[in-house]
């Protein structure tokens, strides 16, 4: 008996953040009793992993992908599915009676928000990034202000921006950017919500950068005037010892260079002879003559 082989190929495409559940057969296709072997190979962007139950399960992702067999069938479930898992998955199926095999492309639609100034005024922006089909973007509460659109294509990707400048005065704490994605089986929407709290995180690059500057060179500008007061103190307090010392040195004299003392008009000098009156000296020299000549006469 020859073994049956289906093979499915699909593409499909998620919103960021969502939990995904990709199918691989039903319980009809692969017989659990006859079963081989289940194997998922992905092929990511920049790496590759598999799961696999044979008869024990091999995971080598390690990434939050687990497998589940429901009544559904073998599935593989993705949990908050990011622009990380962008890739090919591929299932393969095989028991007694033959294969199943299908192969997913997956693609994630992301859309993201952020918050930037430019010359004082805030810049709501939003960004969607998807594959083979254009969103449209809004905010919501919608508001009257200007704002503008913009749309690259980089091959299969599209890429479109929305920016809405906020003047000072708006009052609103969050907005909500949504994206709108057409497709033959209808619209899908995604939402993301910016908060308009703003923060270190929320400020551009380059304005960030001015505040740091500022910063820096208000603190360097302090230091250094406080350096030049320390030192203009410190030259203040040597030149007032200096002086101090000057004044010093010529007040405290050596002995030699002490100046005369003033003596009284009653002290006289030791060495100084006492100097006696003119008329006493005659007299004294007269009566000596006399007590001679007398001698002299007898």
């Not at 995971?59 to 599915?81: A, E, H, M, Q, W």
């Not at 007694?96 to 639609?109: I, L, Q, R």
Request: net charge positive.
């Amino acid at each position: 008996m020859a073994r049956s082989q289906t093979r499915v190929f699909t593409e499909q495409t998620f919103i960021s953040g969502r939990n995904v559940t990709l199918q691989c057969g039903n319980v009809t296709d692969a017989k659990w009793k006859e079963l081989i072997y289940i194997v998922w190979n992905i092929s990511l962007q920049g790496r590759k992993c598999w799961l696999g139950l044979s008869p024990k399960l091999d995971n080598t992702c390690n990434d939050g992908k687990r497998l589940y067999n429901t009544s559904d069938g073998v599935s593989l479930f993705i949990p908050k599915i990011s622009i990380e898992d962008e890739g090919f998955y591929s299932c393969d199926i095989s028991y007694k009676g033959g294969s199943y095999a299908v192969n997913v492309s997956v693609n994630v639609n992301q859309l993201t928000t952020r918050l930037e100034s430019e010359n004082s005024l805030r810049i709501a922006i939003c960004s969607s990034t998807s594959k083979k089909t254009e969103p449209t973007l809004h905010w919501e509460p919608a508001l009257n202000y200007s704002s503008n659109n913009s749309s690259v294509k980089n091959g299969t990707s599209f890429i479109v921006v929305n920016r809405l400048y906020l003047p000072n005065e708006v009052n609103i704490s969050e907005l909500t950017c949504v994206a709108t994605y057409k497709s033959e089986s209808g619209s899908v929407q995604q939402n993301s919500t910016l908060h308009l709290t703003t923060g270190p995180k929320d400020i551009k690059p380059s304005f960030l950068l001015e505040t740091i500057a500022i910063t820096v060179g208000s603190v360097c500008f302090i230091l250094v005037s406080l350096a030049m007061v320390y030192i203009l103190r410190r030259k203040l307090y040597d030149l007032s010892a200096l002086k101090m010392l000057c004044c010093k040195s010529k007040i405290s004299t050596t002995p030699e260079d002490k100046p005369p003392q003033h003596m009284s008009v009653c002290t006289k000098p030791a060495d100084v002879e006492e100097v006696e009156p003119y008329a006493s000296y005659i007299q004294r020299v007269n009566s000596i003559y006399n007590s001679s000549a007398e001698l002299f006469n007898a």
